[in-house]
């Protein structure tokens, strides 16, 4: 992974140029219309993972480039936790269980360094979710240990 992937993945596209205030999926938006790739369709699905994993990976998994430990840490403190555990194992806890954020609007957050939206209950953040289709694809995001302590089930009612 490159310091700068959503760079990178953008890069790609000569006839694009980014607006460093749009969302991601903004973003995605902008360059799926003028590549002329149709919502729904397989290549706008495999384009919109592929950027969606890079804006990850470029604001998000930076944070555990170097120190998984001082990464969760630092997720606990931007997303609210008031007693930061000192272990891995515990901030995972932590984020799994007590933590509700969307991970669109978390890369988001650190993309324009803003607050990010966090919810009281799961079932919150799954209302907010499924209302805003905001959704991080769960089968990519399970082969990154950190992004996998913030999923949530989104089409059930589960805690």
Not at 27 to 47: M, V
Not at 63 to 71: A, P, S
Not at 129 to 148: D, H, Q, V
Request: proline content about 3%; overall charge positive; some cysteine.
């Amino acid at each position: 992974m490159t310091n700068n992937a959503e760079a990178d993945y953008l890069a790609r596209f000569a006839n694009f140029t980014q607006d460093a205030k749009a969302t991601a999926l903004g973003t995605f938006n902008k360059l799926a219309k003028i590549q002329g790739w149709a919502p729904g369709s397989e290549e706008y699905e495999d384009e919109r993972i592929t950027y969606l994993l890079s804006a990850y990976d470029t604001h998000v998994g930076c944070l555990f480039q170097e120190n998984m430990l001082q990464g969760l840490q630092q997720l606990c403190r931007e997303l609210g936790v008031d007693t930061v555990p000192g272990s891995i194992t515990k901030c995972k806890q932590i984020l799994k269980g007590q933590v509700h954020v969307n991970i669109v609007n978390l890369i988001d957050s650190r993309r324009c360094k803003q607050k990010p939206k966090i919810f009281a209950t799961a079932a919150a953040l799954r209302k907010y979710t499924n209302s805003k289709k905001l959704f991080f694809p769960i089968y990519e995001a399970k082969g990154r240990p950190l992004l996998k302590v913030l999923l949530r089930h989104m089409f059930r009612n589960s805690k």
